[in-house]
């Protein structure tokens, strides 16, 4: 497959964040949807505590409405020790040498 014509970020970001094995890529799957249900937990749980405690306003204020990205966030940071964790043993890929255009002399 010829990766000349692609972007450089589509050049090697296969390599990164792909396991080999299937059974690495569903875990890591499976853990994504865990980390899923308990960011929406952890989100669920705080607009309550806070609208009990602070303000009943946060169950219809800003947090509320655009504050997915924080949560997202905290979702990727609960995320990430499972991808180190299941990258862990892994070897890295052999580069392949770039070809090379035109006649040698």
């Not at 396991?19 to 499976?30: E, L, Q």
């Not at 009990?52 to 997915?68: E, M, N, T």
């Not at 964790?85 to 006649?103: D, F, I, M, T, W």
Request: charged share 20%; aromatic share 14%; hydrophobic share 50%.
């Amino acid at each position: 497959m010829d990766y000349l014509g692609k972007p450089p970020l589509f050049r090697s970001s296969h390599r990164l964040l792909f396991f080999r094995p299937f059974w690495k890529k569903a875990a890591f799957v499976c853990a994504g949807l865990a980390m899923m249900v308990i960011k929406n937990g952890i989100r669920i749980s705080t607009l309550t505590l806070l609208a009990l405690y602070v303000d009943p306003g946060f169950l219809f204020g800003k947090l509320h409405r655009q504050g997915g990205f924080l949560f997202f966030l905290l979702g990727l940071a609960l995320l990430l020790p499972v991808f180190w964790l299941l990258r862990r043993g892994e070897k890295a890929p052999k580069r392949e040498a770039p070809a090379v255009q035109g006649k040698i002399e």
